[in-house]
């Protein structure tokens, strides 16, 4: 190449280079030149000074704000992001990317860097009917952190569909995706983070906790959020909350901010409640703090919402290690290498310095101090992991992705062609993809489910300063619990934070107050027991078949008490039960044997085999009262026995009238007695009486129930006495009056017939059986009245015995006896002649 050659070579180079834009010099950390540009929106400033920027139609100045350490940290994410895959050959081969960065100051400037990025290349912004093919100056925005500057950025982008993955807002309104259909995150929503916490808390029995709030949407909202969820619980109650001052810009505390956050402070002073929770701004927090240290707050537990859980600049206030023990929900730790030592690396000499604001700026971009005030923290970050960075990593690699996807990438090359961002944005809701060991997607909410670390502040130099205590698990919604945790605290002991300490075994809960965590502990009674899955503040009743002691967790069987045969009174009972049966079936032998006897008959002829087999057929049911009770032995104790009885006392009542009419009535009413004889009235009033009583008898069972049931034993409560229902005692009333009413009757009608002839006069065994039926119902009435127990069956069944035996006995036994040992006088000429003498004495 010749000198001339050479000089105008050198000439167009010069050229070259001077017609390169200034800002790409002079905002090099801000602005890089590609094909395809991302937008990126972070706080390097926020907490504003003064309010001389409302005052004027321009962009805030940095000077106004305080900075930001973690913002510029998340900035420089994005730069090592986007520089990472341009240095890649494989995702995105050929393609170069770009970012326009802008400063939003927190929330000062959210509106202008919107508009700037819908814009096209030449600042201008048309009026469309179709964006369909519309190119705005980026293709995909990145940010901002606070939920509040992502909803007003996402208003002016959704409308556009242009893709704007957030890294650190995790509000719930941001999952509504037909407000926000355009809106991605690579963070978990604000859900998963209060669940997070309410985990921690229930795993250390912590049930009295203290919110305070900031005075914004992000405090309102979270706090809002955790009393719902702690509603839902039941479990953990809010002692109080409050919301923290806000002073004014440009002032420090005035007069009212400091009266109310004394009263604060003082509330939190006198309070038993030794867990805070804070949902506020980070920078909000440093004013609020250096009040907590001048109180001399000790042994509280300070959990910090994600907004402030890993500051370095309040993990900088070393004092506050003496407040207690601070814990905190933030996103998952993942190590980026390289990252560190690209974060301070300083700018090229070469490179001027300037303060002013290059033409095509949005915000002023003059941030000299932000990397000497960032290497101040560096080893605060480094050891930290760089947590909240890895979020702002993903989300420029899950774009790069999308990019991959629909600009058709393989390994050597892409297909570069115009990119909108709506098409963008659907290949962004398919990526699919493992970064640093971790598989990234996007849930149907437009969340990527990152796992949360809980973590827990150190002020150790040689350790991490946000050391992971346990890890939460969106997909799982679990908490799993890794290290322990060192409490600050003598003896490293957990601290407490209950209105009411826990209760013992078997007490249950008894509310005082409003609030369900504060309670007094009283004892489950005998019979009661304490199901802590079920209720805590009610103890439930045993079954009836089981019981408890006092403070009982769990109910026994009880023994079940019942008429067995090893008993003595089974025993005593079975053997009068023997005799009555034997003795009647003998008793039913002989007077069929001698039914044409004048004995028999003048005892009642056919109507004693109307006697004399209920009577066999009671004794021999009597094992019904034996052994556990069931439908057919219950039905057989308040039926049968009942109208058996009944049939054998009508029977003798009807025959005590038989003979007063014979011998008195015949000669006075014969019409009457003529009547009664051609009628059958004996029998009749037999049935008559029968159908009333087994007309009670059903009405009884019927109004109640013939299921046997147990009842506990008053005398000793782990007895449970298995008896037939004992509605029954109601009906027996019934029955037992009637048979009561005949047994007066019969003995009516057998003292009336004193003086009747020897073989006729049966007024004397009448009157015996009939006094001893009188006397045993009214005492067993009266026994069971007053008394519950097992010996209510068995004097049910000895009286029911003696009652058969007195009838059986006390009526056909001394008839059997004439019959058997003076057959002389059973002949129709010795009752002939007894009736003689008594016509002649009467005459």
């Given at each position: 190449m010749g000198p001339q050659a050479r000089t105008l070579h050198l000439l167009l180079l010069l050229l070259h280079v001077l017609a390169k834009p200034v800002q790409l010099i002079e905002n090099s950390d801000f602005h890089l030149a590609g094909d395809y540009l991302l937008g990126g929106l972070f706080s390097l400033h926020a907490n504003v000074k003064s309010i001389s920027h409302l005052s004027y139609l321009q962009v805030?100045?940095?000077?106004?704000?305080?900075?930001?350490?973690?913002?510029?940290?998340?900035?420089?994410?994005?730069?090592?992001?986007?520089?990472?895959?341009?240095?890649?050959s494989t995702l995105l081969p050929g393609v170069l990317l770009g970012y326009e960065m802008v400063d939003v100051c927190y929330h000062s400037n959210n509106v202008h860097p919107g508009l700037y990025f819908l814009a096209q290349d030449d600042e201008f912004l048309p009026i469309l009917q179709d964006y369909s093919h519309y190119m705005p100056h980026v293709v995909a925005v990145i940010g901002p952190d606070n939920s509040e500057s992502a909803i007003t950025v996402s208003n002016l982008l959704s409308h556009f569909l242009i893709p704007q993955v957030t890294y650190s807002a995790i509000s719930d309104e941001l999952r509504d995706k037909r407000r926000f259909p355009a809106m991605l995150r690579t963070v978990p929503s604000a859900s998963h983070h209060i669940e997070a916490m309410v985990q921690l808390m229930t795993h250390f029995h912590w049930n009295w906790i203290v919110v305070l709030v900031s005075n914004d949407d992000y405090g309102r909202e979270n706090g809002q959020l955790l009393s719902q969820r702690l509603i839902r619980t039941g479990d953990i109650c809010i002692a109080?909350?409050?919301?923290?001052?806000?002073?004014?810009?440009?002032?420090?505390?005035?007069?009212?901010?400091?009266?109310?956050l004394d009263n604060i402070l003082e509330k939190l002073q006198r309070t038993t409640a030794r867990v805070v929770v804070v949902f506020s701004p980070e920078l909000a927090l440093h004013g609020f703090f250096r009040e907590v240290l001048r109180w001399n707050f000790t042994g509280l537990v300070w959990i910090a919402s994600e907004s402030w859980s890993i500051d370095p600049v309040l993990h900088n206030l070393t004092e506050l290690r003496h407040t207690g023990t601070f814990l905190g929900i933030t996103i998952q730790r993942v190590s980026i290498p390289g990252f560190s030592e690209f974060r301070v690396r300083h700018t090229k000499a070469t490179q001027p310095i300037s303060n002013k604001t290059s033409p095509r700026a949005t915000c002023n971009q003059d941030c000299d101090a932000c990397l000497n005030i960032t290497e101040s923290y560096s080893n605060v970050l480094m050891l930290s992991g760089e947590r909240v960075v890895y979020s702002v990593y993903s989300a420029v690699y899950a774009v790069a992705h999308a990019l991959h996807r629909l600009l058709r990438c393989n390994q050597v090359r892409c297909t570069k062609e115009v990119v909108y961002p709506w098409k963008l944005l659907r290949e962004l809701w398919d990526v699919n993809f493992t970064l640093l060991g971790n598989q990234l997607f996007f849930d149907q909410q437009g969340d990527m489910p990152m796992f949360l670390d809980i973590i827990q502040w150190q002020w150790d130099l040689s350790q991490n300063p946000f050391q992971s205590i346990a890890f939460y698990s969106p997909t799982k919604q679990r908490m799993t619990y890794i290290h322990n945790v060192s409490w600050h605290t003598p003896n490293n002991t957990i601290p407490m934070s209950m209105c009411s300490k826990s209760c013992q075994p078997g007490q249950m809960k008894k509310p005082v107050g409003l609030h369900t965590c504060c309670f007094e502990c009283v004892n489950?009674?005998?019979?009661?027991?304490?199901?802590?899955?079920?209720?805590?503040?009610?103890?439930?009743?045993?079954?009836?078949?089981?019981?408890?002691?006092?403070n009982a967790i769990t109910c026994?069987?009880?023994?079940?008490?019942?008429?067995?045969?090893?008993?003595?009174?089974?025993i005593v009972v079975a053997l009068l039960a023997s005799l009555g049966f034997f003795s009647t079936l003998a008793i039913l032998l002989i007077f069929w044997r001698h039914f044409q006897t004048p004995m028999v008959r003048s005892a009642g002829g056919p109507m004693c085999f109307l006697m004399l087999v209920p009577l066999l057929l009671a004794f021999g049911m009597v094992p019904v009262y034996v052994g556990r009770p069931t439908v057919f032995t219950c039905f057989c104790r308040q039926a049968f026995f009942t109208v058996c009885f009944s049939v054998c006392l009508s029977c003798i009542t009807v025959r005590s009238f038989q003979i007063v009419c014979v011998f008195k009535m015949a000669r006075r009413l014969p019409r009457a007695y003529g009547f009664w004889v051609r009628y059958h009235g004996p029998y009749v009033f037999v049935a008559f009486i029968t159908a009333v009583k087994v007309a009670l008898v059903a009405a009884n069972m019927l109004a109640t129930t013939?299921?046997?049931?147990?009842?506990?034993?008053?005398?000793d409560p782990n007895i449970v006495i298995l008896s037939c229902h004992p509605n029954y005692r109601n009906g027996l009333l019934f029955n037992t009056s009637m048979d009561l009413l005949l047994s007066v009757v019969g003995f009516s009608f057998a003292y009336m017939g004193k003086e009747l002839p020897t073989n006729y006069n049966e007024a004397k065994f009448i009157t015996l059986s009939m006094t001893f039926s009188f006397t045993s119902s009214i005492s067993l009435c009266t026994f069971m009245s007053v008394h519950n127990g097992v010996l209510v069956t068995i004097m049910d069944l000895l009286v029911t015995v003696l009652n058969f035996l007195a009838i059986s006995l006390g009526y056909f036994g001394p008839k059997c006896y004439m019959i058997l040992f003076y057959p002389e006088r059973n002949t129709p000429a010795y009752f002939n002649s007894m009736i003689q003498g008594y016509t002649m004495r009467k005459s």
């Open positions: 805030p100045k940095c000077n106004e704000f305080d900075m930001k350490v973690l913002g510029y940290n998340l900035m420089q994410a994005m730069r090592f992001a986007v520089e990472e895959i341009n240095n890649c109080f909350q409050e919301v923290l001052p806000t002073p004014e810009p440009s002032q420090g505390m005035g007069p009212e901010e400091q009266s109310q489950c009674l005998p019979g009661t027991y304490l199901n802590l899955s079920a209720d805590e503040f009610n103890c439930l009743p045993c079954p009836d078949s089981m019981w408890s002691h006092m026994f069987k009880r023994l079940q008490a019942f008429l067995e045969w090893h008993e003595a009174p089974t013939i299921n046997p049931i147990g009842r506990t034993d008053p005398e």
